[in-house]
């Protein structure tokens, strides 16, 4: 459907504090002015997402989740040949996990998409939030639904805070807060003629695998398709969230003007990063302050996305660029003046400093891969050719450090995201994926391919982008590129919990034949945590797995 852009007015959601129950439910939402009204899954009974949970460092918080949801919103769309867990049962009992994306949170706790709850039912979630101010955000994670499950509204913001970020009392650093701060969520969607949701995915199916992608042909804004704005000459706070399931952006401002990129995923930087421009994949997070004092009384600048994807991309999978995102309208009245501290962290009246980039007691390659290998369009999408079930997965040792090498032979940049561990961005290096798979034929999937890619190495290390720098949760990999990352390894002493406990969970129910490579499970028991790419069809299908934080 043709909507007139920029008329809505960009919601904000609605900010609760403490312990509380929370819905998990169906509602309405009209998503632009010229759109009829649509049905729509959120928590906590907001028309759509959910409400943004503010809590702060140190404080915990017990969130109870109810699932009252009826018939899957997407229910066409449930496939039950994706994994043992998604059946039939689905379409009408829909299964949903909560996440709580970069919490420290335990195992239990944590939203493991095995560890779901069906209608009628409740889980109880406690965050202990002993972990510095941070943008989190919460999202489903039931295995095999994620991507329709989020699409149809189970996400939403969690905003951590401390003494030295602002919407305190405090407000240390002197940073936007109040009407001046809000969360942009920014998800492409694709709408009926009647309003309502389309759950839009690419596929190619080969031999029972498939490889796909939702993408929209219209943005979402916290809910709102294409928003407006009204702006103050001032400073603004953004706590930006790529709420999409696949859609990657390229942000600027149409004027060109420079922004401030102060935190990300895991908190504040060390330093504000000043720049025009920068790239958020999905389930990434980027905390800016925006500036527009130069902006009079019905003067207008927009948000832009110059993200392009390759050719292939492009003409295969629709994915055309999108370009004005929202509008900002200036109404001339004075706003928040200041600019932010030249330095966010390491001062007297400043954050702690960021731990320096550790040094690594081992390195571990993680092929990103495809099969069939290298071929165009790629099938499934896996981790070191290995599916969720597979073995063996990696068991890092606590108190250690690890550096992850992504090697990426697939054709498309994946976002790589470890629930627990944040980590740092050491470098990204090209290699030549073709010498790289003619050295090294990928075996059939299921079996764990993981070589060295030393040899194969092109050009030097680069350093990560300026927007990248501190601690991340969720990490661009790009094509043909090896991305090397540290992560340090908490032992259950600093955490205060087991990291590597074993909990119940609804042991799946097998439907049909295991595909080559995957084994069934009928396990009722899961342990430890999962990791896996954000391009949430990606995770669904076969780009998941586990991990055993060993003690
Ligand atoms: Cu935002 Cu495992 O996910
Ligand atoms: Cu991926």
């Keep these: ?36 009204v649509a049905p729509t899954w959120s928590y906590g009974g907001a028309p759509y997402l959910g409400p943004t949970i503010e809590a702060r460092a140190g404080e915990p918080i017990e969130l109870t989740f109810s699932n009252e949801l009826g018939p899957h919103l997407f229910a066409g769309d449930v496939d039950t040949t994706i994994d ?35 209608p009628g039912e409740t889980k109880f979630y406690r965050h202990f939030n002993r972990q510095g101010a941070a943008t989190l955000w919460y999202h489903d994670h039931a295995m095999g639904l994620t991507r329709l ?15 030295y970020d602002t919407g305190t009392a405090a407000n240390t650093l002197g940073l936007p807060s109040g009407e001046f701060e809000m969360p942009l969520a920014i998800a492409d969607r694709r709408f009926n003629d009647d309003g309502s949701l389309r759950f839009h995915t690419v596929r190619w199916i ?57 935190g990300n995923d895991s908190g504040l930087l060390d330093q504000p990063a000043y720049i025009d421009e920068m790239e958020i994949a999905p389930g990434e997070r980027v905390d800016i302050v925006a500036d527009f004092t130069g902006l009079g009384a019905g003067d207008s600048v927009d948000l832009i996305n110059s993200f392009q994807y390759g050719p292939g991309f492009a003409q295969i999978i629709g994915a055309q660029t999108i370009t004005s995102l929202m509008r900002f309208v200036g109404t001339g009245t004075a706003g928040f003046a200041s600019a932010p501290p030249i330095t966010l962290r390491g001062g007297k009246r400043q954050s702690p400093a960021l731990p320096p980039a550790p040094t690594a007691d081992r390195r571990r390659v993680i092929t990103l891969t495809q099969w ?21 997965i990696p068991e890092p040792r606590q108190g250690t450090t690890e550096i992850w090498e992504f090697v990426n032979i697939s054709p498309e ?32 999937v299921g079996t764990y391919w993981a070589p060295e890619p030393d040899r194969f190495l092109q050009g030097d290390p680069q350093p990560p982008h300026a927007w990248e720098t501190g601690l991340k949760d969720t990490i661009t990999c790009p094509a043909g590129m090896v991305t090397r990352v540290a992560f340090a390894f908490p032992t259950a002493d600093e955490l205060g919990f087991d990291p590597d406990a074993t909990f119940p969970v609804p042991a799946p129910p097998h439907t049909g034949p295991a595909r080559a490579g995957h084994a069934h499970t009928d396990q009722a028991t899961a342990q430890g945590y999962v990791w896996h790419c954000h391009l949430i069809d990606h995770e669904d299908e076969c780009m998941m797995s586990r991990y055993h934080l060993r003690a």
């Design 372 to 392: 069939p290998a290298h071929s165009w369009p790629p099938f499934t999408n896996t981790l070191n050719n290995l599916c969720y079930q597979d073995d063996p």
């Design 206 to 262: 080969q031999d029972g695998r498939w490889e796909g992608g939702m993408l929209g042909d219209l943005i979402t804004i916290n809910g709102a398709v294409h928003p407006r704005l009204d702006v103050a000459r001032g400073m603004y706070r953004f706590r930006v969230l790529n709420a999409s399931n696949f859609r990657e952006y390229r942000l600027s401002f149409s004027n060109r003007t420079r922004f401030w990129v102060i």
């Design 1 to 36: 459907p043709k909507v007139q852009p920029f008329v809505d007015e960009l919601p904000v959601p609605p900010v609760i504090r403490g312990s509380r129950t929370l819905t998990v439910g169906a509602g309405t939402h009209r998503f632009h002015r010229d759109l009829g």
């Design 84 to 118: 043992d867990h998604t059946t039939d049962r689905d379409r009408v009992a829909p299964r949903v996990s909560v996440h709580l994306h970069g919490g420290v949170t335990p195992p239990d706790m944590d939203g493991h998409a095995e560890d779901t709850f069906r």
């Design 413 to 444: 940049s994946h976002p790589m995201h470890l629930h627990l561990v944040h980590g740092r961005i050491l470098n990204r290096q090209a290699f030549d994926p073709i010498g790289y798979l003619a050295s090294n034929p990928v075996p059939p």
């Design 149 to 163: 499950n989020v699409v149809a509204g189970l996400a939403g913001l969690y905003l951590l805070r401390d003494d």
